[in-house]
C-alpha cells in the first residue's frame, strides 16, 4: 500500500508540476501583456482552475510552453526559464527579466504531497502574481506600443542570465519542498532600467491595434523564438478555436478531506478530457468586440489587427448632419447616425429614387441604414416641407432638410459646392439650403444629385423650426442666446470676392494690367534689388 | 504558539495613505485568502477559486494585485479610511500605524467567551509627509512606488517562509479559522 501510495503521489508531484510550470509561465506572460489582468473568483469549484486560481489560459502560450517542456519537468539541471526582452521600433532588442522554475535537489521527504504542497505552490503562485507586477519591466510593459514591444520567450535547460547586462538583480519569489526536490522560483532582471527614465517609452496608445510581425535571432543554439506579449485573449464564449493539445487536458477536482491530524487523507480526483474543439494547424480567427487577429500557428506569429471601424462605429460619435434638398412631392430626410442620439427627422416617404439614390443609400453606414429604415414612419409632424426651386418632382432636385442634434462634434461638410456656413457651425439645427449637390458625400447622406441650381432667396420659408438646441446654450435665459445668433447669421450674404462675375471681371483686368506692372517693376529693380540686400 | 510579527514602514504624502495601505492589506490577504470551502460527505470538502485583479493606483507609480472580491475591498477601504480620516484629524506629527491580525477563534467553556489568539501580525507604519512643490509630488510618486514594490517583496518572502498556518479546520470548526462572511473568497480569519 505504501508503494501504491507513493507511486500515486508521485503522479500526482509530476501534474501538480506540470501545471504549475504551465501556469507560471501563463501568469508572467499576461503580466507583460501592456494591460490589467482581472480574473473572476467563483465560490464554486469549477474543476478547471487549477491551484483554485482563476488564471486563464492562453493558448498560445499554453503552446509554447509545452513545447518548451518537450514532455519534461523542471529537475535538477533542468530548468524552465521565461526570457522577457524589449525590442523597438528599430530593431534594437534588450533582455529584461529571466524568470526560472527551478528544482534542487533538496528533498523533503514528510511533506504531503497532494495537501501541502498542492497549498505552498497555489501560494506561490499569488507570490508570483504580486512579484511579477513589481519587477521595473512591468511599467515598461504597460506602455508598450509603437515605439517597443515587449517578447517573450520560453526555453528549458540551462538558465542564461549574460543577456542582463552586469548588476542585475535577483529576486526570490518563494520555494516548495517537495520529496524529489525543492521547486524554486525566482526572477534576475536588469537593473540598468532604473537609470532610464521611463518617460524615454512613454506614448500616447496607438488608436488603432499593434501589427506584430517579427522575429529576433537568437545566438543560443537551443533558442526558440521570441513572441510578443500583447495577446488578446477572447472570452471563452467567442467560439475560439484552440489548437488541438498533445496530451488530455487534465482537470484538477480537488476534494479534501478534514480529521484528525493524524489521520490526513486527501484525494484527488481528475477528469480526463480531450480538448473538444478541432485541430488547427493553419488559421486562428479569434474575434473579440471590435478587434480581429489572426494567428498562424504554422509561424508562431502573432498578427493584431482590430478591425477598423468597427469599434468605432459606435464610437466615432460623428454627429454628421447633412443636407440636402427635398422636392415638393417627395420629401426626404437625411439620417443623422452617432451615438448622442440625436432626434432624426424621419423622411414621409422612402427615397424616391433613381438607382442613383439606391446606390447613395447603400452606401450609408450600417447604422444609417437602420436608423433610415427605422424612421420612415415616425415623427410625420417633423417633416419637413420642401420647395424646389424649380418644382420639378425629379428625385434629382436639390433636397432639403432639417437636422436635429442635442450634441455635436464636428460635422461633417458634403462634398458639394456649398456656400452654407451653417455647415461650420458644430451643432445641430441649421436651416436647410438649396444646395448644389454634387456627390455623395463620404459619410453616406442621403441626397440626390444636386443638379437643379436651386434658389438661395427662399429658403427660409420652406421649413419648420422644429427644435434648436445648441450644445453649450441654456435656453433663452439670455436675449442674444446661441441659438438665436445661429439663427441669424445663418444665412450670410455671399462674399463678393467669391462670386464668380466679379472674379472673372477682376481676372481679365488683372491680366491686361500685367504687362504695365512689369514695365513699372523693371524700371525699379535697382530699388528693388538693394531693398533685398539689406535684408541679407 | 508565539505570534509572527511583522512590520512594514512606508513614508508617503497625505493623499497616498489609502493606496499604500491598501497595496500592502490586499497583497497579505492575497496571500491569506482561499476560495470557498464546501463541505460535503465523508469530512471532504472542495475549494472555490479565487480570482485576481489588478489595481492601479492614481497617486502612486504603482499597481497591485488584489482578490477579486467587491466585499473584501469595500471592508478594506471602510478601514483604511477611517485610518487616513483618524490620521489627518490627529495633527501632530503625521505618524501612525495600522495593524491587520491574523487569529484563530478559540472555543472555551461557558462562562468563558470565546478567546482569539492571533497567530500573524502585520503592522503598517505610516510617516505622512506634506510636499510643497509639484516637482517634489512628482518624485514621490516614483519613490513611494519603488518602495511599495519593496514591501511587495518583503510580505512576499515572508509568506513563502512556510511557516505556522492554522490546521484546515472540519466544517464545524471552519468559522473559527475561516472569515466565512464573504460570498466569494473565504480569508483567515482577520
Known amino acids: ?536 | 504558539m508565539n505570534c509572527r510579527s511583522e512590520v512594514l514602514e512606508v513614508s508617503v504624502e497625505g493623499r497616498q495613505v489609502e493606496e499604500a495601505m491598501l497595496a500592502v492589506l490586499h497583497t497579505v490577504l492575497l496571500h491569506r485568502s482561499t476560495g470557498k470551502f464546501h463541505y460535503k460527505k465523508e469530512g471532504t470538502y472542495s475549494i472555490g477559486t479565487v480570482g485576481t485583479q489588478d489595481v492601479d493606483c492614481d497617486f502612486i507609480d504603482f499597481t497591485y494585485v488584489r482578490v477579486s472580491s467587491e466585499e473584501l475591498d469595500r471592508a478594506l477601504r471602510k478601514v483604511v479610511g477611517e485610518f487616513k480620516d483618524a490620521l489627518r484629524n490627529s495633527g501632530g506629527d503625521g505618524l501612525g500605524q495600522m495593524s491587520l491580525e491574523f487569529y484563530q477563534k478559540k472555543k472555551s467553556r461557558w462562562p468563558f467567551s470565546d478567546e482569539c489568539i492571533p497567530w500573524e501580525v502585520w503592522t503598517v507604519k505610516v510617516h505622512v509627509v506634506a510636499l510643497a512643490t509639484e516637482q517634489e509630488r512628482q518624485i514621490c510618486r516614483e519613490k513611494v512606488g519603488e518602495k511599495l514594490c519593496e514591501k511587495i517583496i518583503n510580505i512576499v518572502e515572508v509568506m513563502n517562509r512556510h511557516e505556522y498556518l492554522p490546521k484546515m479546520p472540519t466544517q464545524s470548526e471552519v468559522d473559527n479559522v475561516f472569515d466565512t462572511g464573504l460570498r466569494d473568497v473565504q480569508p483567515y480569519l482577520y
Open chain 1, 1 to 536: 500500500m505504501e508503494t501504491d501510495l507513493n507511486s500515486q503521489d508521485r503522479k500526482d508531484l509530476d501534474k501538480f508540476i506540470k501545471f504549475f510550470a504551465l501556469k507560471t509561465v501563463q501568469v508572467i506572460v499576461q503580466a507583460r501583456l501592456g494591460e490589467k489582468i482581472c480574473t473572476r473568483s467563483s465560490s464554486s469549484p469549477t474543476g478547471s482552475d487549477w491551484f483554485n486560481l482563476a488564471i486563464k489560459d492562453i493558448p498560445e502560450v499554453t503552446h509554447e510552453a509545452k513545447k518548451a517542456l518537450a514532455g519534461q519537468l523542471p529537475a535538477v539541471g533542468r530548468s524552465m526559464c521565461v526570457e522577457i526582452s524589449l525590442k523597438t521600433s528599430e530593431g534594437d532588442s534588450m533582455e529584461l527579466e529571466i524568470w526560472c522554475l527551478e528544482m534542487n535537489e533538496k528533498c523533503d521527504k514528510e511533506i504531503k504531497v497532494s495537501y501541502t504542497v498542492y497549498n505552498r505552490l497555489s501560494l506561490l503562485l499569488k507570490s508570483l502574481l504580486a512579484i511579477t507586477r513589481v519587477t521595473p519591466a512591468y511599467r515598461l510593459s504597460r506602455k508598450q506600443g509603437h515605439e517597443y514591444v515587449i517578447l517573450y520567450r520560453i526555453y528549458f535547460g540551462e538558465v542564461q542570465l549574460s543577456g542582463l547586462g552586469e548588476g542585475f538583480q535577483t529576486v526570490r519569489v518563494g520555494t516548495v519542498g517537495t520529496p524529489v526536490g525543492t521547486i524554486t522560483l525566482s526572477c534576475a532582471y536588469r537593473i540598468n532600467l532604473a537609470f532610464m527614465s521611463t518617460r524615454q517609452f512613454e506614448r500616447t496608445p496607438p488608436i488603432m491595434g499593434i501589427i506584430i510581425d517579427h522575429f529576433v535571432d537568437r545566438p543560443y543554439p537551443s533558442s526558440s523564438p521570441m513572441h510578443p506579449c500583447n495577446y488578446r485573449t477572447a472570452g471563452e464564449d467567442t467560439g475560439v478555436i484552440y489548437p488541438s493539445v498533445e496530451d488530455s487536458q487534465e482537470v484538477c477536482t480537488t476534494s479534501f478531506s478534514t480529521s484528525p491530524p493524524s489521520q490526513c487523507v486527501f484525494t484527488v480526483t481528475k477528469a480526463h478530457f480531450q480538448t473538444p474543439t478541432p485541430v488547427v494547424t493553419d488559421t486562428l480567427r479569434v474575434p473579440m468586440a471590435g478587434l480581429a487577429f489572426s494567428h498562424q500557428l504554422s509561424s508562431s506569429r502573432l498578427s493584431y489587427q482590430p478591425a477598423a471601424l468597427g469599434v468605432g462605429s459606435a464610437d466615432l460619435a460623428y454627429p454628421v448632419v447633412f443636407a440636402a434638398g427635398l422636392n415638393a412631392t417627395h420629401p426626404h430626410q437625411l439620417m443623422v447616425p452617432g451615438k448622442e442620439g440625436g432626434v432624426p427627422l424621419a423622411p414621409n416617404q422612402p427615397v424616391h429614387g433613381t438607382q442613383a439614390d439606391q446606390e447613395r443609400l447603400a452606401t450609408c453606414t450600417p447604422s444609417d441604414r437602420t436608423h433610415c429604415a427605422a424612421t420612415p414612419s415616425s415623427s410625420e409632424d417633423t417633416e419637413t416641407v420642401s420647395n424646389s426651386s424649380e418644382g420639378r418632382a425629379s428625385p434629382h432636385d436639390v433636397l432639403e432638410t432639417i437636422f436635429v442634434r442635442k450634441v455635436g462634434a464636428f460635422v461633417n461638410k458634403p462634398i458639394n459646392q456649398v456656400t452654407l456656413t451653417s455647415l461650420d457651425i458644430p451643432f445641430a439645427m441649421f436651416a436647410p439650403k438649396n444646395l448644389e449637390l454634387e456627390d455623395t458625400d463620404p459619410m453616406g447622406s442621403l441626397h440626390s444629385d444636386g443638379s437643379s441650381g436651386g434658389s438661395s432667396g427662399n429658403t427660409h420659408d420652406d421649413f419648420v423650426m422644429i427644435d434648436f438646441k445648441p450644445a453649450f446654450s441654456k435656453d433663452d435665459i439670455l436675449p442674444m442666446d446661441l441659438g438665436t445668433f445661429y439663427r441669424e447669421f445663418q444665412n450670410p450674404p455671399q462674399l463678393s470676392s467669391l462670386s464668380i462675375d466679379i472674379g472673372a471681371q477682376s481676372m481679365a483686368e488683372d491680366l491686361d494690367s500685367l504687362p504695365e506692372k512689369l514695365a513699372v517693376h523693371e524700371k525699379n529693380v535697382r530699388e528693388f534689388d538693394a531693398f533685398v540686400e539689406t535684408l541679407q
